[in-house]
């Protein structure tokens, strides 16, 4: 074993990096839990868990590149496809991102989904549950989506709301972003002092 005093300069920045990450983690989920409106042991520990992350990113993503139209999400939707088609294209890319040629195909936003999208956020700024575990495919699988945006409803994090076609739809309450943003300010200006 290396004596810590021999490791090279480089080496302890990313350590220090690391544990800058280990630390912002950290404090997302404990301001999460610290920010639940519920107390339930079982939707907690589905809030703590590495999808509830991934949403939340997402959710910033989109409040960050202002994505608040129907027109931007519909855009993102197009995109969505075209980075599916090549990663399709690709057979190590699609088992780097663990995605079947059916579950890709599946993820997809044929002409009527995009019209649905674009419906649903028109008339009441919200996603359908389908489409955004389409959107979220890279990340995890449309049951760890339902799982997931469940818990955040309980918890206060995302609103679900059935529509009157039957659609799940699911509309961030911004408690996430907000969240998020802070423990990336936080973790960024402990890396970076000067930024």
Do not use: W
């Not at 480089?10 to 610290?34: C, G, P, Q, W």
């Not at 027109?71 to 190590?92: S, Y």
């Not at 049951?143 to 679900?160: P, Q, S």
């Amino acid at each position: 074993m290396q004596d810590f005093a021999t490791v090279d300069a480089d080496t302890v920045r990313n350590l220090d990096f690391m544990e800058a990450v280990h630390r912002m983690k950290a404090e997302f989920y404990r301001s999460v839990i610290a920010t639940a409106e519920t107390t339930d042991l079982s939707t907690l520990h589905v809030l703590r868990q590495e999808p509830l992350y991934q949403l939340a990113e997402f959710l910033f993503s989109l409040k960050a590149n202002e994505i608040v139209s129907a027109q931007g999400l519909e855009r993102l939707a197009q995109l969505h496809n075209q980075h599916l088609a090549a990663i399709g294209q690709d057979p190590v890319r699609m088992r780097e991102f663990g995605l079947t040629p059916e579950r890709l195909q599946a993820a997809l936003f044929a002409d009527d989904q995009l019209a649905k999208l674009h419906a649903n956020f028109l008339t009441s700024a919200a996603i359908d549950q389908s489409d955004l575990a389409r959107l979220l495919v890279a990340v995890m699988s449309p049951e760890t989506c339902r799982k997931l945006l469940v818990a955040a409803d309980a918890a206060g994090f995302v609103k679900r709301q059935r529509s009157p076609y039957g659609a799940m739809l699911i509309r961030s309450t911004g408690v996430l972003e907000t969240i998020l943003e802070k423990v990336l300010g936080e973790a960024r200006r402990n890396v970076c002092p000067a930024s």
